[in-house]
């Protein structure tokens, strides 16, 4: 089947419209061009946007607008995204929380595609995706602009439209594999488009927010779901530099045998082992879509996708003697401060931190004991953890068990009325008499079950080890006692893994069964005998999926793995047998903080498929190898990388990813539900 030619951005009405309205619209931007400094040999700004906005949250209050630029230097044209300074409308975000979102002079040759979204209501934006796979956060145009933006970034850099997707726009889209490699390597006189440096730089803030454009009034026709894209080939020509190819490939041949693969498949060599046309189609690039690739026979293929290094790091240590400038080659700039980013793995959003102590903690505190600000408090666990020490304490408040503005003497009342509460409850089994159990199949089915059960779990904690150890007996007692808490759901495999670390750490037989039931309203439906509640998580994992990585999504559908079951134990547990103990009281307590999303574990599952999806996809594993693979990350996985990854995703998704995620899906809390203290719904 011949394949289908990219088509120019010439054909697009809106390209021609903004022709017309070119010079206009880069004049409204007053002094836009000029240079930063007078070092700047030659860097001009040659688009300007007021107004451009990041949403970090749903909450139109966080909200952090800032100016958009397009600089160009030479031959090479760079972008940037910097907040304004003092935004009285968002008096939550520090001026060090927004300048985590800033956006440094990144060259177009690390851009890998730009996606424009025209909602039927709201504003346009677009999201630019990097050749690393990951992406920025959506830029919402409030006042307009968005075809000068893509009119300029096509005078400037080779632009063309998907042909899969209109409003997908290909940056510097190298079809034939040589090229790719090529502008990679940025060798001179090797590609038909001018490669800039790569190396980022800080630019300085706006002032203020002024100079703000009129809206646009055109109307667009976009499509608001997320759609897959590839590129085509596009006829091959003549290429000056294809001696200069030859030995480079040739070079590369000495080294691996994919490299001299590719070299065969490049220049029609009859050796029948390079991609084809059908296989090119199914390893398309998309939303967050780490690069890969794919061949037969023997290529090797890593086990993990590195995280991409510090974006800033070349700027921090440029910065060691220059305190206020550095001169790079776009420019002389002026620099952020940027000791806060030492260890920032992510192109956007902040690195983990140090858990959290007794100071701080005491810090969160008024003089009654209530907490002041637990939304703060939340995105504070979130980003590090708690020291064990504080966890008795402050789990309470994670799971509901105790109010964040409840005071200590509230607190120690309601341990005392629930403590009572458990014995009553308890003591309702307690009281079964042997002759009594004859006749009641279902307590003696459950207490089997659970007496296997708890002598199997987490035996190799000196907690929970040895014979006739009493926390083996705690755990038989809280689980018994809840299976008649809660008779129509019981008790099934499974939950002694989530009530283990609640023991562990409280330590107190009555408040950690209370605290197991405050958990379980949120995972109960996990173990609905319909297994509804695994089927509706199971089912929006495969929707961002889908949303954030469509050829691996793609992947599963052609293998017959949609049903994403090699993802039941993730959930069933909460991740409980991937990680050490530690690991897993710090991932559930980060989870727990509900920060950005009740449902960051359903993007931790995505995180991990995708971090591991190379080996996925070029292995070529069906579902029982997949299976197999996936129950052996055991003790594998990267915690703090995993959930930097997950809230970029979960950012990145935006309102699309929630969308994706069915109502009720749990952990979310029941509205009629009654249970303790419920937690506050908002977030930071």
């Not at 920032?344 to 003089?367: N, T």
């Not at 789990?395 to 014995?423: M, N, P």
Request: charged content about 25%; proline content about 5%.
């Amino acid at each position: 089947m011949q394949e289908a030619e990219l088509h120019d951005l010439s054909d697009d009405a809106d390209y021609a419209a903004s022709q017309l309205q070119g010079s206009a619209s880069f004049s409204r931007s007053g002094s836009s061009k000029r240079s930063f400094t007078s070092e700047s040999d030659g860097a001009e700004i040659v688009y300007a946007k007021d107004n451009v906005t990041i949403h970090p949250t749903q909450y139109a209050s966080e909200r952090i607008s800032g100016r958009l630029r397009l600089i160009k230097q030479g031959s090479s044209l760079f972008m940037t995204w910097i907040p304004y300074k003092g935004q009285r409308s968002n008096p939550r975000l520090s001026e060090k929380d927004k300048s985590l979102y800033t956006i440094r002079a990144v060259p177009f040759t690390d851009v890998r595609s730009i996606r424009r979204h025209t909602p039927t209501l709201g504003w346009q934006y677009v999201i630019v995706v990097l050749s690393s796979g990951l992406a920025f956060p959506p830029l919402y145009f409030y006042n307009g602009g968005v075809r000068e933006f893509l009119a300029t970034i096509k005078q400037h850099a080779f632009l063309v439209r998907s042909a899969d997707d209109a409003n997908v726009f290909l940056v510097n889209d190298f079809q034939d594999p040589l090229q790719r490699t090529l502008s990679s390597l940025e060798l001179p006189m090797a590609v038909s488009v001018a490669n800039g440096p790569s190396t980022s730089v800080s630019v300085s803030e706006p002032p203020s927010n002024e100079n703000q454009e009129k809206a646009d009034g055109g109307n667009f026709d976009g499509r608001g779901a997320t759609s897959q894209y590839n590129g085509r080939h596009r006829p091959k020509i003549h290429d000056p530099a294809r001696d200069l190819s030859i030995q480079v490939l040739e070079k590369f041949s000495l080294v691996t045998k994919f490299a001299r693969d590719t070299t065969s498949q490049l220049f029609r060599e009859n050796h029948g082992d390079g991609f084809g046309s059908n296989d090119r189609r199914h390893h398309n690039q998309s939303l967050l879509d780490y690069p890969h690739k794919a061949s037969s026979d023997e290529q090797k293929i890593p086990d993990e996708i590195p995280v991409p290094s510090d974006p800033l790091e070349k700027t921090r240590c440029r910065k060691q003697y220059h305190d206020e400038e550095a001169v790079t080659n776009v420019g002389t700039f002026e620099l952020i401060d940027c000791k806060e980013f030492d260890k920032l793995a992510l192109v956007w959003g902040k690195p983990r931190q140090p858990p959290l102590g007794s100071e701080e903690w005491a810090a969160f505190l008024d003089s009654e004991g209530r907490i002041m600000d637990s939304k703060a408090l939340r995105k504070r666990i979130f980003y590090g953890g708690i020291e064990h020490s504080l966890r008795k304490e402050v789990w309470t408040f994670l799971l509901g068990y105790h109010a964040y503005d409840s005071t200590s003497a509230e607190r120690e009342y309601l341990v005392s009325i629930k403590k009572s509460e458990y014995e009553t409850v308890k003591q309702q089994w307690q009281s079964i008499s042997p002759e009594q159990a004859k006749r009641f199949t279902k307590f003696r089915e459950r207490k089997g079950l659970i007496e296997k059960d708890v002598v199997r779990t987490d035996r190799s904690l000196s907690f929970y080890d040895g014979d006739d150890n009493p926390n083996v007996y705690l755990l038989r007692d809280i689980l018994l006692t809840y299976s008649f808490y809660n008779f129509d759901l019981g008790y099934c495999q499974g939950m002694s893994d989530l009530l283990s670390p609640i023991l562990f750490v409280m330590k107190d037989e009555a408040v950690s069964f209370w605290c197991f039931v405050a958990l379980m309203e949120r995972l109960g439906p996990n173990f609905n005998r319909d297994q509804n509640g695994m089927h509706t998580q199971l089912f929006a994992i495969s929707k961002l999926v889908e949303l954030l990585d469509s050829p691996l999504h793609n992947y599963f559908k052609q293998n017959d793995c949609l049903n994403y079951f090699f993802c039941f134990r993730w959930v069933l547990i909460q991740f409980k047998r991937e990680f050490e103990y530690e690991k897993t009281m710090k991932l559930w307590e980060v989870l727990w903080t509900h920060y950005l999303s009740e449902h960051l574990h359903l993007y931790v599952c995505v995180a991990i498929l995708k971090r591991y999806r190379n080996k996925i996809m070029g292995e070529q594993m069906d579902f029982d190898t997949l299976l197999k693979f996936i129950n052996e990350l055991s003790g594998q996985i990267d915690l703090d990388a995993t959930l930097r990854d997950a809230e970029a995703l979960c950012i990145c998704a935006g309102e699309n990813g929630a969308a994706n995620i069915p109502p009720g899906t749990p952990p979310s809390l029941p509205i009629d539900s009654g249970l303790l203290c419920p937690q506050q719904d908002d977030v930071l």
